[in-house]
């Protein structure tokens, strides 16, 4: 089985930061691009960072100052670093992976909350 699991959401007051995780299992994730997206509420769904397997990174530019996006290939698990966090950021945060478009998986989301 393709399990993709998100961790490291909650409730954080202006300024602050979070570390997401995203766990997978059920993959070679070493060959997967590495995709973190937003949705915010009435809104569509918005890329945030990927990190191709090759170490290519595209961040967006609403974050583009204050985003990370890691990976660690021997833990099987991809990270997204974000600082100065503002209340626009709100939204669930969905982990993605992909290989060369064939193949697609998505975990459930984890929601970040950004209010003071």
């Known amino acids: 089985q393709v399990q993709l699991v998100e961790s490291g959401g909650g409730l954080v007051q202006p300024g602050g930061s979070l570390r997401l995780s995203c766990k997978t299992s059920?993959?070679?994730?070493?060959?997967?691009?590495l995709g973190w997206y937003r949705q915010a509420p009435g809104q569509q769904r918005e890329l945030v960072a990927r990190l191709s397997a090759d170490g290519i990174t595209i961040i967006g530019d609403s974050v583009k100052d204050r985003t990370t996006i890691s990976r660690d290939d021997l833990r099987n698990t991809g990270y997204l670093q974000m600082n100065n966090l503002k209340p626009e950021d709100t939204g669930v945060y969905y982990c993605?992976?992909?290989?060369?478009?064939?193949?697609?998986?998505w975990g459930q989301g984890t929601q970040v909350t950004v209010s003071s």
């Open positions: 059920g993959i070679i994730f070493n060959v997967y691009a």
């Open positions: 993605n992976t992909q290989l060369l478009g064939k193949l697609d998986y």
